[in-house]
């Protein structure tokens, strides 16, 4: 099935630290969503793009929807320990139902002390 | 409000069993979808269901089943199970399956095929 295309792959980096990761595709999305997954949980929605450049704010976390509607950014300001887990962007066109719902590869983020 | 739950959260079989997952949707909600997650593939689409229909189909054999029942609960089905099958099985649930309409993910139930 398809797939987004996510990076980076995954992050290593220290508490207190800025995080950025993207996601790009070859379809245009007419919305999209970062999710967060924690171990042995389900992935839990953060943050809802409905509109080309739209910017938005959740907390510490800030995403943007890309003007060619064919990426996406997610934006974690100053880390805590708790960031940890795996980050998924997806993508909805316009039409269908929501399952047509296309997630990114995830980016796994582990934060140390 | 409760969450989505799934059962059982883990899961052990062999080759050529077959298995049957169950999801319980938030209450309210009448639309339920099943992804499966691996290593590999990431999250990938297997069936969406509302009112007691499967609505869509992902890329997945005919080994793969669904069903919906009049309380919106959903159970999968996989038959004749593959080493390949092992994987975390997530379903999430939504008020309708209308393309705005937020899907709330449980927490999976870990396949692993022996």
């Known amino acids: 099935g398809q797939q987004l295309n996510q990076s980076p792959q995954s992050m290593f980096i220290q508490e207190g630290e800025d995080v950025s990761m993207n996601c790009t595709s070859s379809?245009?999305?007419?919305?999209w969503l970062w999710y967060k997954q924690d171990p042995g949980e389900g992935p839990v929605l953060l943050i809802a793009?409905?509109?080309?450049?739209e910017l938005t704010s959740n907390g510490r976390l800030t995403a943007q929807f890309g003007i060619t509607r064919k990426d996406s950014f997610l934006n974690i300001s100053a880390s805590i320990p708790s960031d940890v887990g795996i980050y998924f962007c997806?993508?909805?066109?316009?039409?269908?139902?929501?399952?047509?719902?296309?997630f990114g590869t995830g980016t796994r983020l582990q934060v140390t002390l | 409000k409760a969450g989505v739950t799934q059962t059982p959260r883990y899961l052990i079989k062999t080759r050529g069993q077959q298995v049957t997952l169950s999801c319980s949707p938030i209450?309210?909600?009448?639309?339920v979808s099943w992804y499966q997650q691996t290593p590999g593939q990431g999250l990938q689409f297997l069936f969406e269901?509302?009112?007691?229909?499967?609505?869509n189909k992902g890329n997945f054999p005919g080994r793969f089943s669904g069903r919906q029942f009049s309380n919106s609960r959903s159970e999968m089905n996989v038959s004749t199970l593959e080493l390949g099958d092992s994987a975390l099985y997530l379903c999430?649930?939504?008020?309708?399956?209308?393309?705005?309409?937020?899907?709330?993910f449980g927490p999976g139930t870990r396949l692993t095929v022996l």
């Open positions: 793009l409905y509109k080309a450049g």
């Open positions: 379809s245009i999305f007419n919305t």
């Open positions: 997806a993508g909805l066109p316009n039409t269908g139902t929501a399952s047509k719902l296309t």
């Open positions: 209450s309210g909600h009448r639309s």
């Open positions: 999430a649930s939504s008020l309708g399956i209308a393309i705005y309409n937020e899907q709330f």
């Open positions: 269901y509302f009112s007691e229909t499967q609505r």
